[in-house]
Structures are given as structure tokens and as C-alpha cells.
């Protein structure tokens, strides 16, 4: 099982930052990751999946890079509704899946 | 826009089956477009991805939950269901049904049911 490691687990940010992410695979996943947004109480959404392809109706600040073992997620300029969590999830030994363990972004 | 929606009991008993059914609208399920999945959150261990059904019936199942797992079809009602026997305090979870792409991602989320297993 390709394990799947996201740090920081905790970040702490201030509305207008630019904020990046970042994902660890334990083997290549080539481009075959995903990011998805969990707000609290909420289902995950699809951010962006084939390591940089934004998913339907996703802000333009929302973005991806990376391949093989390491990926990133920025976001250009961070929104009150931007707080959340955020999981990588990587697709290319699928199945199954195999997600991280997220990262929360909290007010700083 | 396709919508998926749980729907099961919320309390199990321990060794009982957990049963939950996803009813999906604005997509047909026996169309062969897509994969239909659940997965489940847990507070600690995180999101783990259970298993899914296409539309010919055919099944994957994660290894880690395989002898007790059965995801099944209801091409007439446009649901899809899932068993899991045996069950346990670690089987308490967020249960989500989800579409997954053929690649493999999840593109669609119901909103998810809490199954707590207490006696």
C-alpha cells in the first residue's frame, strides 16, 4: 500500500496569505494525485485531481503541482472560506485508495 | 449535477451487520461512466476507502476489509448498497457514498451518515 504523508498537519494563516501545502507519497504516484476540501461538518469536495487539473466550478486560486513522490497545494490568496482541511489521495495504485492524513488550516 | 444520499441506521450493535444504501440522482448507475464507492471517516485512523461496484455488478474491495464487506446494486431504484459484517467499536465512522471516476478519484460525495456500534 502506497502510504501517503501531508505536512504540516496544522497551519495557521491569516485571510489574503498565500498558503501552500504539501503531500509525500511513498512511491511514485506519476501524476496521479488528487486534493480535496473538507470544511467542518461537510463532505470532502474534489479540488484537483491528475496532480494539477482544477475540478469543475474551483477558484482560480486554487492550485496544484507535482509529480512522483511530491506534490503541493497552493492557494494564491486565502479566503475566510478557505478554512478547512485538505487531504491528498493517490489514485495510481487504485484500488484502493489510499488518502493522507490532512492538513488543517486555522486562523492565525 | 449528480447527488448522492445515505441512508441507514444509526446505532449497530456489536457483531451485527451494518447496512446503508446510497440513493444517486442526476446520473444512472448502470450507465458504465463511473464507479460507485464508499468510503468511511474515522476520528483518528482518517479516510479509508472501502470498496466499490460498476454497473455490470462487478466489485473491489479493500483487502484490509474484504472478508466482511458485500457493496451490491439496485439498477431499478438507482441505489447502491453496502453490508459489513461482523462489526466492531472500530467500524464507528462517517460512511460516505461517493462516484469515483474511472481513474480513480472521487468527483461526487453524499453527505454522510454517522454509524456509531454500541451496545
Known amino acids: 500500500e502506497i502510504v501517503m504523508t501531508q505536512s504540516p498537519a496544522t497551519l495557521s494563516v491569516s485571510p489574503g496569505e498565500r498558503v501552500t501545502l504539501s503531500c509525500r507519497a511513498s512511491?511514485?504516484?506519476?501524476?496521479?494525485l488528487a486534493w480535496y476540501q473538507q470544511r467542518p461538518g461537510q463532505a470532502p469536495r474534489l479540488l484537483i485531481y491528475a496532480g494539477s487539473t482544477r475540478a469543475t466550478g474551483i477558484p482560480a486560486r486554487f492550485s496544484g503541482r507535482g509529480f512522483g513522490t511530491e506534490f503541493t497545494l497552493t492557494i494564491s490568496s486565502l479566503q475566510s472560506e478557505d478554512l478547512a482541511t485538505y487531504y491528498c489521495?493517490?489514485?495510481?495504485?487504485?484500488?484502493?485508495?489510499?488518502f493522507g492524513q490532512g492538513t488543517r488550516l486555522e486562523i492565525k | 449535477q449528480v447527488q448522492l444520499q445515505e441512508s441507514g441506521p444509526g446505532l449497530v450493535r456489536p457483531s451485527q451487520t451494518l447496512s446503508l444504501t446510497c440513493t444517486v440522482s442526476g446520473d444512472s448507475i448502470k450507465g458504465g461512466g463511473h464507479y460507485w464507492s464508499w468510503i468511511r471517516q474515522h476520528p483518528v485512523r482518517g479516510l479509508e476507502w472501502i470498496g466499490y461496484i460498476y454497473s455490470g455488478g462487478a466489485t473491489y474491495y479493500n483487502p484490509s476489509l474484504r472478508s466482511r464487506v458485500t457493496v451490491s446494486l439496485d439498477t431499478a431504484r438507482n441505489q447502491f448498497s453496502l453490508n459489513l459484517t461482523s462489526v466492531t467499536a472500530a467500524d464507528t465512522a462517517m460512511y460516505f457514498c461517493v462516484r469515483d471516476h474511472l481513474r480513480g478519484f472521487s468527483d461526487s460525495w453524499g453527505q454522510g451518515t454517522l454509524v456509531t456500534v454500541s451496545s
Open positions: 489521495q493517490q489514485f495510481n495504485n487504485w484500488p484502493p485508495a489510499s
Open positions: 512511491q511514485s504516484v506519476s501524476a496521479n
